[in-house]
């Protein structure tokens, strides 16, 4: 049996090499087919690309396909990390100036809740003469304009 395959593949040895040949060249056409296919995508993806970054991707008389875009790639990248930064910068200033005005209003209230205690202090004090001597006097009005946080009157 074993010699009847042999004897029969010896005598279409030729077909058996034209097949594999064939085989051989129809898979390497489908894999070239394949190729470019891809190229061809690949080349309409940067084409796009390069519109959308506002440069062209076709060759020129001072550069070749794809230089121009590339520099407009770089050109973009450079400048999308300038304007990262310079926004960092700018937001860090910004925090900075809203820490320092929080803190001054914190030091104006408490300044101005100082000076409201102060002044209900003085008002307590004056009222409480005006009404153990039964008169209201200057001291007292002064407490008065104090805790309405207006000016002391003129002497």
Request: aromatic letters at 6%.
């Amino acid at each position: 049996m074993i010699r009847s395959v042999f004897a029969w593949v010896r005598a279409e040895a030729t077909f058996l090499v034209l097949l594999a040949v064939a085989a051989a060249g129809a898979y390497l056409y489908v894999e070239v087919q394949r190729i470019r296919a891809d190229r061809d995508d690949l080349l309409h993806t940067a084409e796009k690309i390069c519109a959308r970054a506002g440069a062209d991707w076709a060759a020129t008389k001072e550069a070749k396909r794809g230089v121009l875009c590339a520099r407009r790639a770089a050109e973009l990248a450079t400048f999308k990390s300038t304007a990262d930064q310079e926004t960092a910068r700018l937001l860090a200033a910004a925090m900075e100036d809203a820490n320092a005005r929080a803190a001054r209003d914190l030091r104006s209230a408490s300044t101005s809740a100082a000076r409201m205690r102060d002044a209900l202090s003085r008002m307590e004090n004056a009222d409480a003469q005006a009404e153990r001597r039964n008169l209201v006097d200057r001291e007292w009005t002064a407490a008065v304009n104090g805790v309405a946080g207006l000016r002391p009157p003129g002497r």
